[in-house]
């Protein structure tokens, strides 16, 4: 079956600690993968992603990620975390080839909390 | 600039209404996704379109029908609101060929 987990539930951090949310998947092909972020009372807004080619992807916000196809990972990280970054932030994968419908699948979500 | 507008950022209704909700988008995007977002249960495909009169039934169909009569614009129906239908509800567009799907401000809808 096809998911994505993301062990951490709710996560707090010192501003300026470094950060790393984890997002595990389950998908039968190749994946397109991509990790959202989502402000109190918003929309979601694209972080970043990976379809192929280098597996250490770069985003906005300062945020990359790792696509570790050995461990089925695609985790989050940002050395230096600011006040700013708190909301949550979900993982979803996404299929590739024929047969493509578009949908993607989304993780139940990280919270991140930032302590001053 | 991508951009997914939706009718309202927040609504209030009453058990029974009947309930529209817009979503616009200006990329000429061939899906459009409706979701809803509840605490600690992350987000709910209900419906999505893979382009203008297609409709395929998400994971959480029951009590929503959709239309969509034009490429850009996605609505949500609730027929007959219920109180299980309170909720946070998001519209998202993509295009195909890439998956990356793009996403309105949502509509927080309370039905009383």
């Known amino acids: 079956a096809q998911s994505v987990t993301q062990p951490d539930i709710h996560i707090t951090v010192s501003e300026g600690a470094s950060l790393e949310l984890r997002c595990n998947y389950s998908y039968g092909a190749t994946p397109y993968l991509f990790w959202y972020v989502q402000s109190p009372g918003q929309g979601l807004q694209l972080l970043l992603k990976?379809?192929?080619?280098?597996?250490l992807v770069q985003g906005i916000k300062g945020f990359e990620a790792e696509f570790k196809r050995s461990q089925s990972s695609f985790n989050l990280r940002k050395p230096s975390v600011h006040w700013s970054d708190a909301a949550e932030y979900f993982c979803a994968v996404g299929g590739t080839g024929s047969g493509n419908t578009g949908k993607l699948i989304f993780g139940q979500g990280t919270t991140l909390q930032v302590k001053p | 600039d991508v951009k997914v507008t939706q009718s309202s950022r927040y609504l209030v209704k009453r058990t029974g209404e009947k309930v529209f909700l817009e979503c616009v988008q200006d990329m000429d995007h061939e899906n459009m996704f409706w979701y809803r977002q509840d605490p600690g249960l992350g987000l709910r495909l209900i419906y999505f379109?893979?382009?203008?009169?297609?409709?395929e039934k998400g994971d959480i169909p029951e009590g929503y029908s959709v239309s969509r009569e034009k490429k850009e614009r996605f609505s949500l129906i609730l027929e007959s609101a219920s109180t299980n239908q309170t909720s946070m509800y998001l519209c998202?567009?993509?295009?195909?060929?890439?998956?990356?799907?793009?996403f309105g401000p949502g509509t927080r809808l309370t039905v009383l």
């Open positions: 379109s893979y382009d203008v009169k297609m409709k």
């Open positions: 998202a567009s993509s295009r195909t060929s890439s998956n990356t799907q793009y």
């Open positions: 990976y379809f192929s080619g280098d597996t």
